[in-house]
């Protein structure tokens, strides 16, 4: 699969991040009131941060994600479609016991799902810089 550019932009439900600019949008969550921090949700792996929720902030080198309308399982870039039925490949990765949501993405590369998404924390975003 490939991804295309789309037409019209998705707007986005979620903001992923890797390598330095993951680092750099955890440095500056860290920062962030709690009650703010509290209005996202998100996975962390090394080398990765992703944020769900609106009002995501802006860091230079993430790549904003939206909810397909054909597959609404998945996040996939907010300016690319994939270049195959989006309904396919959600019906795939879910028949396959992925959880929504479904971050699939080109750069990164990755497909994994956001299931375990937890509320955001000033301590969580320490302990992933830390580790």
Not at 1 to 27: I, K, N, Q, S, W
Not at 31 to 39: C, G, S, T, V
Not at 106 to 130: C, H, K, M, N, Q
């Given at each position: 699969?490939?991804?295309?550019?789309?037409?019209?932009?998705?707007?986005?439900?979620?903001?992923?991040?890797?390598?330095?600019?993951?680092?750099?949008?955890?440095?500056?969550?860290?920062?962030?009131?709690?009650?703010?921090?509290?209005?996202?949700?998100?996975?962390?792996?090394?080398?990765?941060?992703?944020?769900?929720?609106?009002?995501?902030?802006?860091?230079d080198g993430v790549r904003y994600l939206g909810r397909e309308p054909e597959a609404p399982a998945l996040l996939v870039p907010t300016t690319l479609a994939p270049d195959v039925p989006a309904?396919?490949?959600?019906?795939?990765?879910?028949?396959?016991?992925?959880?929504?949501?479904?971050?699939?993405?080109?750069?990164?590369?990755?497909?994994?799902?956001?299931?375990?998404?937890?509320?955001?924390?000033?301590?969580?975003?320490?302990?992933?810089?830390?580790?």
């Open positions: 699969m490939r991804f295309v550019p789309r037409g019209e932009p998705l707007p986005p439900a979620a903001v992923l991040a890797h390598g330095e600019a993951a680092v750099r949008l955890a440095r500056r969550l860290v920062r962030r009131p709690a009650a703010e921090l509290a209005r996202w949700s998100g996975v962390a792996a090394p080398g990765l941060l992703l944020l769900l929720g609106e009002a995501l902030p802006w860091i309904a396919l490949v959600e019906r795939r990765l879910v028949g396959e016991g992925t959880r929504a949501p479904i971050v699939v993405c080109d750069e990164p590369a990755v497909i994994f799902s956001a299931a375990a998404a937890r509320t955001v924390s000033a301590a969580g975003l320490r302990r992933w810089l830390g580790a």
